[in-house]
Structure formats: structure tokens, C-alpha cells
């Protein structure tokens, strides 16, 4: 995309989600005054959440391109700067080769002109490269400020080599700190990432504050709706009936089928013989495993959504197998889940807030069943049918 277009397209993105925060901040204004009914105060808010949400889904793949124009001017910038670094030596060079006499004055002149030249061109090509900067990290700075706090930003993680460092110095260096410092001691464990709390508060807890606390007992989490673009719809699926977990009632834990069979005697050189059974031979299973996704487990809401195919998608589009409805914090299309031989992973869409496997953000993550997945505020639950 070229750089007018792309800039265009990315200030009109950016002043539509602009605006649909100044909708959110004004309907909380109005929550303080009393005069609208908590619940459609709510719904304004939710409403202009996913609309800012779906902005902000457009955006992300718009800031590749944009950062590699920034990163192309950046090295085209550092390239005119190099070219002309040698350029007072020249100069210097000429004017010796004047001085001997190797150059006549009329010659000397014309070296010097063109150094010249070509070094205000060089000036010129800089300022129009500032230039094209400045609105390229302009529209990105303006971005990172509006959608940061938001979470619908997330600055680009720069990774930095470590230094080599030859083998006697790191020797020496081992030496100087076991003789001077005493042994460190293990780093405490760290705190608990805020990224999963910050995606459990919905809408309305933050308008839960501007109320009292009769009305803050409304909630929007009532009406968030999940449901299948597939044939999950399907009153009479009979699911949840049919799916069965774990171990049967009947069975203990130290309860072993199969181990029957006469007892074989080995002789071992002793004065008696040792008596072991004989080990039944591992059963190959090549059918593939079953597994299931389940939405509030163990609840009236629960809804099973059973793996079929190789590949089950979520997000807030009706496109995906599993839609989620009335959570901003879902992208349009958010994460997937895959079937990779006989296992199964979960991978991540590069939605704007994040996937959550046992409280920890994901990009690719094997599952191994029991694992709770958090998408925006929606949980689900995954079981492997073994």
C-alpha cells in the first residue's frame, strides 16, 4: 500500500475510534446525572465498545506496513548520511592535489562544484525523508496514545543480542564474583500478570462505580449470547446428554483389567524362585481422540461444542464455528483451534486482547484437556475424550 493511501486509510480509522471513546466517556458523564436508567447506559456503552473493537481489528494489519515504510526511510536516511561522510576529505584531497599542481584551478573548481552539489541534494533528500517521517510516526504515535490504555495497542517487543564474551573473561569474571559476593539467592516469585484481571472486568463493573449500589446489581453479562454458525444451533442435538467425563463410579483407582494368566517362575540363581506375571501387550489405538469445548461447565447455561473436524474457529464474526456475541473484548476472528495428528493445539489470530490458556497469554499452545481457555471475558472449558 502506498504511503498517501496507507495514511489516509489509518487517520480515518483512527478518527472513527476516536469517537467512539467519546461516545463511552460522555454516557458515563450522563450515568453520574441519574437521569437515564443504569441498563441503557450499559447497552450505549457495550454498544460503542464493540464498535471501537471492530476499529481497532481494522487497524492491526494496516501497522506492519506502516512501521516497514518507517524502517525503510530510517536505513534510506542513514545511507545519504554515510554517502556523504567521506566528503571534507575530499575536499581536502583536491585541494592538495591543487597545491602540487596535479590540478589546474579550472579543475579544482569543477571537483569542488560537484562535491558541492551533490552534497545539497543530499540535504534536500534528508528533509523530505524528515518529512515523511513525521507523518508516518505522527499517525503511529497517535494511535499508541488513543488505543493503548484501551488495550487495543501493544508497542512491538525488541529483542537485543546478548554480547558475546570470550571464554577466559567469563572465567575470570565467575572467579571475581565467587570470591567477593555470596551465593544469590533465588528470585522471589513474580507477581501474578495483570493482563488476566484486566480482561475479567467487564462494562459493567466500570459502570458499576457511577451508580449506587441497588442499581449496579444490573448486569450485562446476562445477555452475552453464544452460539454456532454451524449445526450447533440445533434444539434437539441431544449433546449434553450424551457426553460422558472422566472414570466410571464403579471403578478404583488400583483396579487393573486384563492382568490374568498363569504365574512365570525365574530362576535367578537363588534359593528361591521369583514369580512375576505376565504383561499384557499394549492395545494400539489408531482412531483419532475425541475432545470437546465447553462454554460455563457445570452450570444451567453449559453448552457443549464437540470437535468434529480439524479445525474449530472462535470470534465475535458469524464466519466462526463458535460466535461469541456481546463481549468487545472478542475480535472478529480470534483464535483456532487445531487438530494435529492425535493432538490438540490452540493458536491465537493476533486478536487485540489476547488468548488465555490457564491464565497465561498464548500464541500457540498445545492442550492437553482440563485447561481453562479465556477469551475477552468469555471461559470455556477443554476436555479430551480418552
Known sequence: MEKALLLERLNGLVS??????????????????????????????????????DVADEVGPLLPSLRTLIDALVGEKAEVHAGNAGVDEQVQELELRAAIGELSDDEFNAEVAGLRGRLDGA???????????????????????????????????VVVAAQPVTAPAVQESAGAVAASEPAAEPDPEPEPSGVEEHIRKGISEDVGELFSSAAASV????DIAIETSEGGEAEDDGLSEEVSFG???????G????????????????????????????????????ALLLYQEGTAEEQIYPFTNDALTIGRGRENDIQIKNDSKVSRYHCKLQRRGNNFYIEDAKSSNGTLVNGEL??????FGGEEI????????FRIME
Request: hydrophobic share 35%; aromatic share 6%; proline share 6%.
Open 255 to 290: 483396579e487393573v483389567s486384563g492382568a490374568t494368566g498363569a504365574e512365570v517362575e525365574l530362576d535367578l540363581g537363588g534359593d528361591a524362585p521369583v514369580s512375576t506375571p505376565p504383561k499384557e501387550p499394549a492395545k494400539e489405538d489408531d482412531s483419532p481422540r475425541r
Open 16 to 53: 472513527r475510534y476516536r469517537q467512539h471513546r467519546s461516545y463511552i466517556e460522555k454516557a458515563k458523564v450522563q450515568a453520574a446525572s441519574g437521569k437515564f436508567n443504569p441498563v441503557v447506559i450499559e447497552k450505549v456503552i457495550l454498544d460503542h465498545e464493540i464498535k471501537a473493537s
Open 374 to 381: 479465556i477469551i475477552g471475558e468469555t471461559f470455556f472449558r
Open 362 to 367: 498464548i500464541t500457540d499452545r498445545r492442550l
Open 123 to 157: 540535504s534536500s533528500r534528508v528533509a523530505s525523508i524528515d518529512g515523511e517521517l513525521g507523518e508516518l510516526e505522527g499517525a503511529l504515535s497517535s494511535w499508541a496514545e488513543l488505543a493503548g490504555p484501551h488495550g487495543h495497542y501493544e508497542a512491538p517487543v
Open 247 to 253: 472414570v466410571d463410579e464403579g471403578e478404583s483407582e
Open 219 to 222: 448486569s450485562v453479562g446476562e
